[in-house]
Each structure stands twice: as structure tokens, then as C-alpha cells.
């Protein structure tokens, strides 16, 4: 590996000089004096330098153990009595269970030693796979770190205690069931370690119990929440499992079976093998979860209304297993009331901001449709859908949906139809994806995906009927543990424009305990138009280089991890290859993760900018010309599992013509997992910027508050003012889960927007009821 990186980085060495030779000649740099030249080339010999460096210390790279040939085997008894979710593992069973204690240490060294000590024991019944945990502490409940009580807590905040399993033995799909010692739920879905989809939910139950030698989680897992195939006769039943337990204060990540610090426990080529199950027959079963919703809606110019409405809304989702590999979804009238709002940003940047999708029919087994899509082309992208105009606030109305879903260890076969209503500025709009994926070796897989939106016909908008329909081919490869290639090749056909246009993504990387590489190119033809999908620009190819060293310096204990290194980014022209776009590199030379967790970053980035086209961000309009600039920044947080953190950066430098500072700032207050205040400030301060040279200051302010009764009764708020639009935005949400996943919600949004005048306001009232019953 060494020499390979070596070759590459002197082959960059050499373009450099090269170009240098020839600078005048070179359309690529036209428009750049020599000093923005000579500004390239030191810094792609720090690149080399970095490469040379990073390689050299990788000369040893033992860490990286391979797949057992012959997993561990733990055991799971059969209970001859009844056990009760209450958190104390108190019932005989439980005490004659045998314990898996064997764990291994990942963080923050990888190691056989670890300093807390995990006992898990596993039994069953006939409806309930029960897992019981003791996480000892030797400070016992003053030890314990938990920041709030919201189900799908953050990982990296929290004790944590997890379970992975894959029932179906296909060593590419887990799932995962996650608590901490307050109780909180954590479910989600992991597709190849490589995508997760932490919004899938799951029927389970888990209670915990805090004591002064540690805590206690008892969970009971209904086998008909899990997918597993039907065993031979006489066959044992044999599943993939992984146990990980996350002790917050010292920042200790353990996990059963051993498993390399490069990769997570969602890794399942190295599982344990769960045996001695004798399961039920995997039978249909339904789930419902229908709705009532209550909204009160009202808009205002100054003081006087403009419009009112009272609306009552039912519906619901139905989740019907046929098989346990087949599943059947479907939505009537669906309604997101209860999602969280996007956040407002400013964009100062020449590429489309990408919001993700909130919104849990869409969440869920959101891993199928992924394929390697990333934040710059994702052929199919479902924030397209339910909103008017693809990615405003404005809703639309979902009429029907319906998802059919059916994995096994071979394949993957699924397809999504929703009929979205019109609106009074849009016309009824139907979608469709159809998407199959077949693995092959042992972490392969290749897919195809299609998709097709037909937006109807409405002649009070002038609008006619419009088809759009993407073809999608992609796969990811894993020649080696280390190892991980992805490509995908995608076409669209507009009938609007009756034109096709073409993307496409292609990413090696390579990543060991102590160094990551990566390198990814992508490309968007002008034509590109996923009417179902999102990218970033059209017309551009983009070329990604990057890599870093991790290391763990024994001489300084108080860090946990040291990483630096770069990203460089190369972007030119679809239709004119020569056509330069941007050039950037993100240098990193101290990027330092403390014991505990704390961080610190200090990086310099130049960028070379052709702007050849009408560019004015936020009103700013930059003249067509080229530009070199380099900016720095300094990025900080102190240990976020404590009662009190801060968080900051600071950036600074030139900007095109102009210079522009940022600066950004958070606290949160967390005392009591019961109570959780943040506050976060940003200020841009822009000088002598573009054609006119102006001045713009922007301030952005945002306020939460997360207050729980225990972690099914809870409610949160949020604030947040936009000085730029000089709009204020607050959102209150309260709920109650009543039951296992059957919640009470009640949602409050107002939103002023001052700069018009008299001033236009909208406030909204949303009282919701789910009820979620599983046959």
C-alpha cells in the first residue's frame, strides 16, 4: 500500500510542475496570476508530503484482523417460567443463564483489556427473544452519562448498551435494538456498515434498572418484530449476532464478538453465532396504525386575518407481513405533523443545499433505495414527494401510498407507489420506484433501480400532463476487508424537454485502524433531471481525493484519536472538459479527539473559483471572473456528555474579492436527562463583496429545549431567527407514548416574517392520536 501511495502522490508532484511549465498555455488556469499557481503547487506538495508521511507511518498494518472462519457460539435457553420487562433480571432464568463476558475493546484502543466490564445473558419463549445486560461501573449511577430521554438519542452523547442481530444469516443487513440506562429506545436498520437507517421502528420493549455497581437493561424482542426464514426440519436455527456496549466517561466502546477498530459492530461477517433457539413458525402478521388529527391553521397581514380553517384528518398505515421475507406497507391520507422542521440555513456556496428527508413512512427501510447515493446524486430522493414544489415547507397532500418490500439472503426486491394531491400552485402527481438488488460473494451486491414521476394534467394552472423516469445501475464491492468500491450509472428522460441526460458515481476506499483513503469522482450531465431525485449542479464532473492518518500517540493519553490529513476537490465542466469550475483542498493537520471526546480542529482550505455564470449568493452579486482565496478555521467542543458544553468555530479569510468572517457558537445545559437547553449563534460578516463591493452582516439564532417526564412523555421546542430573511420560526411538540409506539401528539408552529409590511404571520395548532396494534 505504501508504494502505491507514494507513486500517486509524486504522479500529482509531477502535473504540478508540469502545469507550472506550461501555465500559460493551460486554459484550465487561465485567468490566475503566478501566485495563485504558486499557491497550487505548495499546496499539492503538502499533499504529497502528507501522502508520504501518512503512508510511512502505515508501515505496519497488523491491526486489521480478518472474518473468523469459525464464529464464537453463544447459547440462548429456553425459560421454563415467566419473565417480567422490569429491568432487574431477577427471575431464575435469568440466574441460570450462562454469560457472555468475552468482549473486546475498539475504542480507545483497540485491546483484549478493558476497564468495564459487560455480562449479557439470552433467553426465550415462544413470542419473546429476551436479552439481559449488566453493565458494571465502579461509580455506579454518579458514573452514568445520559443527555436526554428522546427515543433515537444520539450515539455518541450517552451510555449505551446494544444488540445486533441477523436472523436471516446474510452477514450484509442487521438490525439493531440500543438502550441506555435511563431506558431510552434506539432501533435501526444497517446495510453493509456502510448505511444506516436510524428511523426505522420496531414493536420492542426494554426497561433498565441504575444501581451504584452499574445498570441493568432487560429487553424482550417479539420474534414477529424480527424477519427470519423458516428452518429446516430438524435443522438448527442459527443466527448472526453482535453485542456493544459504549461506556460514555472514559469514551470505551466495547464489543462481542472481536471485531477491528476500523470498522462497527454492524459488521456482520465477524458475528457471533446465536444457537439453542427453537423459534416459532415465522407466520403472516399485521400491524395498523391508523390516526386522528385535529388542525387549526391561520395566516395574518399585521393584525388582520386573511385565512382560517379548522380541519379534522384521519388515516393511517398498515404493515402487513406477508412472509418473513415479504413485506407489504401502506399509507391512506398520510400526515407528518409530528416531524421536526428543517432548520434555516444561508448558502453561500455555488451548490444546492440538500435537506433530509424527516418524515417516518419515507425513513423506514430508506437503505433499499440508497444504493450509493450520496449528498451529490441520488436518483431517488423522497423529499420530492408530499412537498409542493419538491423541497419548500409548503405541503401537499398524500392521498395512498403502498411499499413492498421482500429481502433474503440472495436479494432484495421492492417498489413504492404514491398518488400525491393537488395543490392550488401544483397538479396531482404520481410515484413510482421499482428497485431490485442481488448479492453475491460475501459483501457484494449489485442493484437496478427505476423510477418514474407522472405529474397529471391541471389547465387552471396552464399545466400539461409530464412524464420523468430514471434508470439506475449500481453495486458495491468488497474485494477485502478493507476495501470498498462502489459505482453507479444512472440515465433520465425528461418528456417536458424530451431529452435524457446522464450521472454517475464512482468511490474506492480504503480504510484500516490507522488510515482512510478515498477516491470518488461523480458526473451530472445538463440534462440530468431526476424529477424524483436530487444532485447537487448540473453540468459539472467532480473528482475527490482524500485521506488521513489516525493516530493514537501512547506519549499523550489524553488524546483518544489524532487525525490529519486532506480532502482535495477538482470540479470542471460536463460538456467542456477543459472548463475549470472550482478547486479546493481541506487541510487538516490537527484534528483531535480527546479522552473524552472533547474536540479540537485546525484546517486551511484554498480555493480556486471560476465564476462564469450569474452568481449572487445571498444577494451579493460576484462578478464573472476567476478567483483565489484561502480561508481558515478553528473548530471546538468540550465533552458533550457533560452537564455543560460549548461549541465553537471561527473562521476567517478572504472570500472572491472581498473577505468574510464566520463565527458560530452553542451551549447546552443538560443537568438532569429530565431537562435540555441549547442555545446556538451564527454571524457572517461579509466585506467588499462582489460587483458593488458591499458590506452584509448575517445573524442566525436558534433556541431548544427538550423537557421529559420519563422517555415516553415528552416535550421539546424550538426557535429560531433569521436576520438575513428577518424571519422567526417556533415550533412546540409534546408527546405521549401511551402505549408501545402509540403516541399523543400536540404540535404549536408560528412563523412571522417581518420583512414585509404590515408584517405576514402563520401559526398552526396540530393535535394528533396514533394507535398502533400488531395481530
Keep these: 500500500m505504501e508504494k502505491i501511495v507514494i507513486i500517486i502522490s509524486l504522479f500529482i508532484l509531477r502535473v504540478a510542475n ?27 506538495t503538502v499533499l504529497f508530503l502528507v501522502c508520504s508521511i501518512n503512508s510511512g507511518a502505515q508501515e505496519k498494518e497488523t491491526d486489521n484482523f480478518p472474518p473468523p472462519e469459525n464464529p464464537k457460539e453463544i ?27 468475552e468482549f473486546f475493546k475498539i475504542e480507545p484502543v483497540q485491546s483484549k483489556s478493558f476497564k468495564y466490564r459487560t455480562e449479557v445473558k439470552i433467553l426465550y419463549d415462544d413470542k419473546n427473544l429476551y436479552i439481559g445486560a449488566f453493565c458494571k461501573d465502579s461509580l455506579g449511577v454518579k458514573g452514568i452519562r445520559v443527555q436526554d430521554l428522546r427515543r433515537d438519542f444520539s450515539y455518541t452523547e450517552n451510555d449505551i448498551f446494544g444488540i445486533q442481530i441477523d ?20 432501533d435501526l436498520q444497517s446495510f453493509n456498515d456502510a448505511y444506516v437507517d436510524a428511523d426505522w421502528n420496531a414493536l420492542w420493549t426494554v426497561r433498565t434498572k441504575r444501581t451504584e455497581q452499574g445498570y441493568y437493561a432487560e429487553f424482550a424482542i417479539p420474534f414477529k418484530s424480527l424477519r427470519y426464514d423458516e428452518p429446516e426440519k430438524g435443522e438448527p436455527v442459527n443466527w448472526g449476532v453482535t453485542f456493544s456496549r459504549l461506556a460514555r466517561r472514559d469514551y470505551e466502546l466495547t464489543v462481542f464478538p472481536n471485531i477491528p477498530q476500523a470498522f462497527s459492530q454492524f459488521r456482520m461477517t465477524y458475528a457471533a453465532k446465536l444457537t439453542g433457539l427453537e423459534v416459532p413458525t415465522p407466520s403472516a402478521n399485521l400491524r395498523i396504525e391508523p390516526y386522528t388529527l385535529y388542525e387549526f391553521d391561520e395566516s395574518k397581514n399585521g393584525t388582520h386575518v386573511v385565512d382560517s380553517q379548522n380541519n379534522v384528518k384521519v388515516g393511517g398505515d398498515v404493515k402487513w407481513v406477508v412472509s418473513p421475507n415479504t413485506v407489504v406497507d401502506l399509507t391512506i391520507n398520510t400526515d407528518f405533523a409530528q416531524a421536526d422542521v428543517d432548520r434555516a440555513v444561508n448558502n453561500l456556496e455555488r451548490f444546492n443545499i440538500f435537506f433530509p428527508e424527516r418524515r417516518q413512512f419515507f425513513l423506514e427501510n430508506s437503505g433499499i433505495w440508497a444504493g450509493v447515493s450520496d449528498y451529490d446524486v441520488i436518483p431517488f430522493f423522497s423529499r420530492r414527494i408530499g412537498l409542493d414544489g419538491g423541497f419548500d415547507a409548503t405541503p401537499a397532500p398524500i392521498d395512498v401510498g403502498a411499499r413492498f418490500t421482500n429481502r433474503d439472503e440472495n436479494k432484495t426486491l421492492a417498489g413504492l407507489y404514491v398518488h400525491q394531491g393537488d395543490t392550488e400552485e401544483s397538479a396531482a402527481a404520481n410515484f413510482g420506484v421499482f428497485r431490485y438488488l442481488q448479492n453475491y460473494g460475501n459483501e457484494n451486491n449489485i442493484g437496478l433501480m427505476v423510477t418514474h414521476r407522472l405529474d397529471e394534467k391541471k389547465p387552471s394552472l396552464s ?85 488521513y492518518v489516525i493516530l493514537r500517540p501512547k506519549a499523550m493519553p489524553w488524546v483518544r484519536r489524532w487525525e490529519s490529513g486532506f480532502f482535495a476537490n477538482y470540479y470542471h465542466d460536463f460538456k467542456d472538459p477543459k472548463k475549470f469550475q472550482q478547486a479546493s483542498v481541506y487541510l487538516f493537520p490537527f484534528y483531535v479527539f480527546f479522552k473524552d471526546n472533547s474536540f479540537l480542529e485546525y484546517a486551511i482550505t484554498p480555493t480556486w473559483q471560476n465564476i462564469n455564470f450569474d452568481f449572487a449568493p445571498l444577494g451579493l452579486s460576484i462578478a464573472q471572473d476567476r478567483y483565489f482565496y484561502t480561508r481558515q478555521f478553528i473548530n471546538y467542543n468540550s465533552d458533550r456528555s457533560k452537564k455543560l458544553s460549548l461549541s465553537g468555530k471561527f473562521e476567517w479569510g478572504k472570500f472572491y474579492n ?3 468572517q464566520s463565527i458560530t457558537v452553542g451551549t447546552r445545559f443538560a443537568p438532569i436527562p429530565h431537562f435540555s437547553l441549547s442555545l446556538d449563534y451564527e454571524r457572517n460578516n461579509l466585506q467588499n463583496i462582489g460587483i458593488e463591493e458591499k458590506m452584509l452582516k448575517t445573524d442566525l439564532y436558534t433556541g431548544s429545549l427538550r423537557l421529559a417526564l420519563n422517555p415516553r412523555v415528552q416535550l421539546s421546542t424550538f426557535y429560531q431567527y433569521n436576520s438575513f430573511t428577518d424571519q422567526g420560526r417556533w415550533n412546540a411538540r409534546f408527546s405521549w407514548e401511551y402505549r408501545p409506539n402509540s403516541f399523543i401528539y400536540l404540535v404549536y408552529n408560528n412563523m412571522r416574517d417581518t420583512t414585509f409590511d404590515p408584517v405576514q404571520g402563520n401559526r398552526q395548532f396540530i393535535g394528533k392520536i396514533t394507535l398502533l396494534k400488531q395481530f
Design 167 to 186: 436472523a436471516q444469516n446474510t452477514k450484509q443487513y442487521a438490525v439493531s435494538f440500543q438502550t441506555t440506562p435511563y431506558g431510552n429506545q434506539r
Design 18 to 44: 508540469n502545469l507550472n511549465a506550461q501555465f500559460t498555455q493551460v486554459e484550465l488556469f487561465s485567468g490566475f496570476d503566478k501566485r495563485d499557481f504558486s499557491n497550487f503547487k505548495c499546496t499539492i
Design 658 to 660: 472581498g473577505k468574510r
Design 75 to 101: 447459547v440462548a435457553i429456553k425459560t421454563k417460567g415467566v419473565i417480567t420487562i422490569d429491568g432487574k433480571l431477577n427471575e431464575a432464568d435469568w440466574e441460570n443463564a450462562p454469560i457472555t463476558t
Design 463 to 547: 399545466l400539461n400532463e409530464s412524464n420523468n423516469t430514471t434508470v439506475t445501475i449500481d453495486g458495491l464491492i468488497r474485494p477485502k476487508n478493507e476495501w470498498t468500491v462502489s459505482y453507479l450509472a444512472s440515465a433520465s428522460k425528461d418528456e417536458a424537454t424530451d431529452t435524457w441526460g446522464y450521472a454517475g458515481t464512482f468511490s474506492a476506499v480504503y480504510n484500516t485502524n490507522k488510515m482512510f483513503w478515498r477516491w470518488k469522482s461523480n458526473f451530472v450531465s445538463s440534462d440530468y433531471n431526476p424529477a424524483m431525485g436530487f444532485v447537487y449542479q448540473n453540468n459539472v464532473i467532480k473528482h475527490n481525493l482524500s485521506n
